[in-house]
């Protein structure tokens, strides 16, 4: 069964801690993606990747980098994590090209006090 | 600029009842568009796509979903509800560029009421 991993169902951070978010998948995918999901907001687009070494910003980078050292893992990382960052992380992949949906991890909910 | 639409935050319908959850977009050339749910604290699972062919589009759970061109609209559809399909439930768009990103919808949350 393909699947996408996140290393953590439920995360409590203090403000200003450094947080890492993993995220591996095991379909040989090109394509991986982090969300955040807030009330009322729906899904917002933090970064995305298409390929290896490659990261592009997405509609809400701000307070957040990642990484993708290896095609199968893509990290988000919170430099200085703030309350306003409490929320759920979905990370996804897809194959490149069109025609494929996403495929979801279960998602990580990070609250930070 | 693309968007999906979603109009309606929360649909009530009663167990063995029909049930539709409505979704309109607007993108330039021909989308490919997708339905998937949430279940409480999961991420999201795929049910449907419409790609090309057949307007009407079969998927996971007895859902079905209706591609309308002339309106623009991708709504979601079940014959006779079942308590256990409570849950979110989003409409998303792909726009045929390089840029392989999804938009979704803000999401419809469907309560089944027994």
């Known amino acids: 069964d393909v699947k996408v991993t996140q290393s953590s169902r439920y995360l409590v951070k203090r403000t200003g801690e450094k947080v890492f978010l993993e995220c591996v998948q095991d379909m040989d995918h090109e394509n991986m993606f982090w969300y955040r999901q807030d009330p009322g907001l729906g899904l917002r687009l933090i970064y995305f990747?298409?390929?290896?070494?490659?990261?592009e910003k997405g509609d809400i980078p701000e307070g957040y980098s990642v990484s993708r050292e290896k095609k199968e893992r893509f990290s988000l990382i919170l430099e200085s994590a703030s309350t306003n960052q409490t929320s759920m992380y979905l990370c996804?992949?897809?194959?490149?090209?069109?025609?494929?949906?996403?495929?979801f991890g279960s998602g990580t909910r990070l609250t930070v006090v | 600029a693309q968007s999906v639409a979603q109009p309606e935050d929360q649909v009530n319908v009663a167990e063995g009842n029909p049930l539709t959850v409505k979704c309109t977009y607007s993108?330039?050339?021909?989308?490919?568009l997708f339905w998937y749910v949430q279940y409480p604290n999961r991420g999201l699972q795929f049910l449907l796509k419409?790609?090309?062919?057949?307007?009407l589009v079969k998927g996971s759970y007895g859902f079905e979903a209706e591609f309308n061109k002339s309106q623009t609209s991708f709504h979601l559809k079940k014959p006779s509800a079942l308590v256990s399909d409570s849950a979110l439930y989003f409409c998303?768009?792909?726009?045929?560029?390089?840029?392989?990103?999804?938009?979704f919808g803000k999401g419809t949350r469907l309560h089944i009421l027994p």
């Open positions: 996804a992949s897809s194959m490149y090209g069109t025609g494929y949906g996403y495929t």
């Open positions: 990747s298409y390929d290896v070494k490659m990261k």
């Open positions: 993108v330039s050339g021909n989308p490919y």
């Open positions: 419409y790609i090309t062919g057949d307007n």
């Open positions: 998303a768009v792909r726009v045929r560029n390089r840029d392989d990103k999804i938009i």
